[in-house]
Each structure stands twice: as structure tokens, then as C-alpha cells.
């Protein structure tokens, strides 16, 4: 069983940056891929980002490359979140999932995760 608690969630103007920061009970860390989602009001969850168990693969959606970073700390089991160049589309609530797996192969789809955090509101103004 692995318990997510997600923080740094906040209300920014557009063109702000913001760290979000999933910590993970997992006793083992280093078996899970992890991922950042979204889900805005009255719209599906969507992936934002995901990174490898240790860090050497990434994939991005692409409403986020280029102004969001995913990043971890294995060493105090955490994954973080950094959004910069913050838009008001990128509104919504952001949760932190983990996937069982060792593999360096990404999956983007909330189905294939296995453990959710509780999320944290991320809302930007115009």
C-alpha cells in the first residue's frame, strides 16, 4: 500500500511558477513510477506528466512541455512538480499517482496507475 499526500498547490497570476510535491509512504520507493494529473471542472482527468522509478525517463503532454518539470528524490521519496509560464487553462486540480513498475516504459492513461493522492488546487488568473 502506498499513501500519496500532494502540497504547494495555490492561486497565481498567469506567468507565475509553482512546486508541487507529492510525498510516498512506499517503503520501496524505486518500484513505482510516478505521474502528475489533472482534472479541471466538468472535464476528464488528464496526464500532465510522468517519470521512471528512477528518474532517467520522462514524457510530458503536450500542453506542458516546455513549462513543466517533473522531477524526484529518492532519497526522501518524493516527486515534484515544477510549472512555470503558469496559464489559466492549466487551472484545475492536481493529483500525484503511482504505477507499480521498474520499467522505463511511460504510460500516460489514470487507468494504469495504482495509488492516488487526496490532489491539491492549482488555480491561475488572468
Known amino acids: 500500500q502506498v499513501q500519496l499526500v500532494e502540497s504547494g498547490g495555490g492561486l497565481v497570476q498567469a506567468g507565475d511558477s509553482l512546486r508541487l510535491s507529492c510525498a510516498a509512504s512506499?517503503?520501496?520507493?524505486?518500484?513505482?513510477?510516478m505521474g502528475w494529473f489533472r482534472q479541471a471542472s466538468g472535464k476528464e482527468r488528464e496526464n500532465v506528466a510522468v517519470?521512471?522509478?528512477?528518474?532517467?525517463?520522462?514524457y510530458y503532454a503536450d500542453s506542458v512541455k516546455g513549462r513543466f518539470t517533473i522531477s524526484r528524490d529518492n532519497a526522501k521519496n518524493t516527486v515534484y512538480l515544477q510549472m512555470n509560464n503558469l496559464k489559466p487553462e492549466d487551472t484545475a486540480v492536481y493529483y500525484c499517482?503511482?504505477?507499480?513498475?521498474?520499467?522505463?516504459?511511460?504510460?500516460?492513461?489514470?487507468?494504469?496507475?495504482?495509488?492516488w493522492g487526496q490532489g491539491t488546487q492549482v488555480t491561475v488568473s488572468s
Open positions: 499517482a503511482a504505477r507499480d513498475s521498474r520499467s522505463t516504459i511511460l504510460f500516460s492513461s489514470p487507468l494504469r496507475y495504482n495509488y
Open positions: 512506499a517503503r520501496t520507493f524505486t518500484n513505482y513510477a
Open positions: 517519470i521512471s522509478w528512477s528518474g532517467s525517463n520522462t
